[in-house]
């Protein structure tokens, strides 16, 4: 697998449990979009721009498990995410659910 197919997959496995990267992010504090954005990129090695990002943290919202409020406290608003109580109850959820699914592929690798 050449680096850019490895990056690639890198970025598709972790689309897959970016709101749940999110969520452990501002339960440890609240950060604003481009915070979150530039802590994947460090924490994970992987970009995902502005068009990812706030559309998801938008659904997220939606769903209840993240709050936001506008900081006006700087030169430039900035809307900062913070956790739910709903989202503190999903994270042990996904975090099952993500160990099951590793378990099940290690467990059903190809013999060959």
């Keep these: 697998m050449t680096g850019m197919e490895s990056k690639k997959q890198n ?4 689309r897959g449990v970016l709101d749940f ?3 452990k992010m501002v339960n ?5 979009g481009y915070h979150i954005i530039c802590a994947i990129r ?3 090695h992987v970009y995902f721009g502005p068009s990812t990002i706030y559309p998801l943290l938008n659904v997220m919202e939606e769903s209840g498990v993240i709050q ?3 900081d006006l406290s700087n030169e430039r608003p900035r809307k900062v995410y913070s956790i ?3 989202g503190i109850n999903q994270i042990p959820l996904m975090e099952c659910s993500l160990q099951f699914i590793v378990q099940t ?7 060959r």
């Design 105 to 111: 592929i290690q467990n059903h690798a190809v013999v």
């Design 68 to 70: 936001s409020r506008w």
């Design 42 to 44: 460090k924490l994970y």
């Design 28 to 32: 440890q504090t609240p950060m604003h």
């Design 21 to 23: 990267a999110i969520l």
């Design 11 to 14: 970025e598709k496995m972790l």
């Design 84 to 86: 739910t109580a709903e």
